[in-house]
């Protein structure tokens, strides 16, 4: 029986941090290891332990002295805005008539739809992240495209076509009858095969007509265990054209409740001009509130309000939202975070940066049975961290002297540069991907 023993720095969490000081909500292993046998963990902890678990002609896989942590998670991104990122100079609404609704336009070609999403894939895994949620186009292709991508590389991810019928180009818009025949298809195909699982995605309610809303409930209630992504109050314009459309409604929020689409696995893209009123109903419902720093800042959208949250007891998770998102690496992403929430006055900690990127985006998915930690039986989805791996970090990290210190470093100026490995199913991927995207460009430069 082939069997795997990463060596390293191993931290992985076991609840939320509740301060700088709490070192119970973390296991931290100076000298650790991650036994990994059939793509699952068998246990982690103390190296000599762990070794001795290990079968004699174990693999070994010494990555001293780096962080040995869970695969990181990404909630919320766009799999046809890849070649859109650093699109200049508008906010939402232009945003999306000028770039974004002329790119996903293109994936209508299965052959582009393919190319992108074998590309994206590989970015994740560059960045360390191995699950994430992500919408396609209009177009099946392009869901055929994004789950296959991900099966051929074994990741577990989430997706689902969008659905639109107004408000956007004739090419990009279906029907409510063919927004539901195409959906459930497409469930019927991909959920819950191997390491897929579909997400209904109606856009946001600007794009689609309560008819299309009505088919949304329908596809809910036949497919409980699908999970919901859609958009919310992302863009102040975007709210009132949004509360135009359905005047019946209380609020934003209360369009997607009226239509039965708020649940715990509902994930709500944004959620940046909420009202108490509206936070309490996600509280209530147990929809998640995803926080995407990188990509309100980048539109000027504004600022998340991560202590309303907390306060009113309502779940959320952090994404890099690519491409209105800057970068694929969450740990950008949550430097982001950091700088969103200190112009509030809210302070996000580097444990809780962490927590949030592994385990605590893994219970907002529901999924934190197969990912976001190190447990016996879950999925070998890892990542190796290198804080040293820029000269400036050398030399910062000269001057830290604790783990929570080098966190920081890593979460402040870390990017795909400091992953070291990526482990998929414990399989090692990071060079993999390197080397299909460098084959990719060379066959594009000979063309």
Known sequence: MNELLIRGRVLTFVDEPNGLEDTASYRYFEDGAVLVRAGRVVTSGPYDRVKGLATADAEIADHRPNLVLPGLIDTHLHFPQTQAIASYGAQLLEWLNTYIFVEEQKFAQPEHAAFIAGRFMDELISNGTTTAVAYCSVHPESVDAYFTAAEQRGMRMIGGKVMMDRNAPDALCDSPERGYDETRQLIEKWHNRGRAHYAISPRFAITSTPEQMEVSRTLVAEFPDCYVQTHLSEN?????????????????????????????????????????????????????????????????????????????????????????????????????????????????????????????????????????????????????????????MELRMRTAKSLV?????????????????????GKAMKAKAITRQGALARLLETA
């Open 236 to 392: 102040r314009d975007e709210i009132a054209y949004a509360t135009s459309l359905y005047p019946d409604a209380k609020d934003y929020t209360d369009i997607y409740a009226r239509y039965g689409l708020l649940g715990d696995k509902t994930l709500l893209g944004h959620c940046i001009y909420l009202d108490d009123r509206e936070v309490s109903v996600l509280a209530e419902t147990g929809a998640v509130g995803v926080f995407c720093p990188t990509s309100n800042l980048f539109l000027g959208s504004g600022l998340f309000d991560r202590d309303r949250f907390d306060r009113l007891g309502a779940r959320w998770s952090v994404a890099t939202d690519v491409g209105a998102g800057t970068s694929f690496s969450m740990l950008e992403t949550m430097d982001e975070a950091y700088k969103v929430l200190h112009l509030q006055g809210q302070r996000l900690s580097p444990l809780n940066s962490f927590y949030r990127m592994t385990l605590g985006n893994a219970r907002a998915l529901g999924l934190d049975d197969r990912i976001g930690s190190l447990h016996a039986g879950a999925d070998a989805d890892i990542v190796v961290l290198d804080s040293s791996a820029k000269p400036a």
């Open 405 to 425: 210190e080098e966190l920081f470093i890593l979460q402040t100026m870390g990017d795909d540069r400091c992953v070291a490995e990526v482990y998929v199913a």
